[in-house]
């Protein structure tokens, strides 16, 4: 076990090293005065059915709110350097899960979607969906269902989550828990999803990022403080 861990611990101790100094600031919700992701150059999609989604600008970030269960609300991205897993990167991200309410156990009503870039011969990259509950975190299956899965309150306070991806596996640390990561497995290929109409589909778009409720079985009111991202330096 320790032989295993062993690599895990340096490769994160690393990994910390090329965040701090490679860090890319994607949205600072902290900033004076607050402003929500859409003013610092996401995109901001919503489906307005009543109660219609709200994104709140506030000193602790931005609160987006879904509303009625129905409806699509969220933020996309294209990183402004290339997610390239070959290489490795990661995304750090600090979100509260101020409450979430769903009505199928396969779904969550705020969700993280990372996509990496595409190679050769791909017929659309490979990336990851994280659902976040009250109580738990986990990744979507390639079929949309629940696969790994961690039980990890995210409503107590902000919590400072950082995404590591390399190769075909990513990994998940929480800032207290950087020895070991609290979820990890395979990055996937996306294939079964066609988009509401209006919207794009994130995950054949290369380098996409997306943070919302990105689904008519759930819905949240979140808080989004920060995220971040950064390409791994090569070893020496």
């Keep these: 076990m320790k032989n295993l861990l062993a690599p895990i611990t340096l490769g994160f101790t690393f990994l910390i ?16 005065p607050s402003e929500t992701p859409s003013q610092q150059g996401w995109v901001y999609q ?45 995304v750090s ?33 490979y990336g990851l969906e994280l659902g976040f509950w009250e109580d738990s975190i986990w990744a ?5 269902a629940r696969a790994e899965n961690v039980a990890f309150n995210t409503k107590d306070t902000v919590h400072h989550f ?26 996937r290929q996306y294939t079964a999803f066609t988009p509401p109409p209006g919207f794009p589909n994130p995950y054949t778009t290369p380098n996409l990022i997306f943070m ?10 979140v808080t989004i403080t920060r995220v971040y991202a950064s390409p791994l330096r090569p070893t020496p």
């Design 17 to 32: 090293g090329a965040t701090a100094a490679n860090a890319i600031p994607l949205y600072r919700g902290l900033k004076t």
């Design 46 to 90: 919503n489906t307005p059915f009543p109660a219609a989604p709200t994104a709140t600008p506030t000193s602790n970030g931005t609160i987006l709110n879904s509303g009625n269960i129905q409806n699509y609300a969220g933020y996309f991205l294209t990183a402004p350097f290339n997610l390239d897993r070959t290489r490795g990167y990661t």
């Design 93 to 125: 991200f600090s979100v509260q899960i101020n409450s979430e309410s769903h009505v199928k156990d396969n779904r969550a009503g705020f969700s993280l979607i990372v996509m990496s870039n595409q190679l050769d011969g791909e017929t659309q990259p």
């Design 140 to 144: 979507q299956s390639a079929d949309f």
């Design 162 to 187: 950082v995404l590591y991806v390399k190769g075909n596996q990513y990994k998940l640390f929480e800032r207290n828990s950087y020895a070991t990561p609290i979820l990890q497995g395979s990055l």
């Design 212 to 221: 919302g409720d990105d689904t008519t079985s759930a819905t949240a009111n």
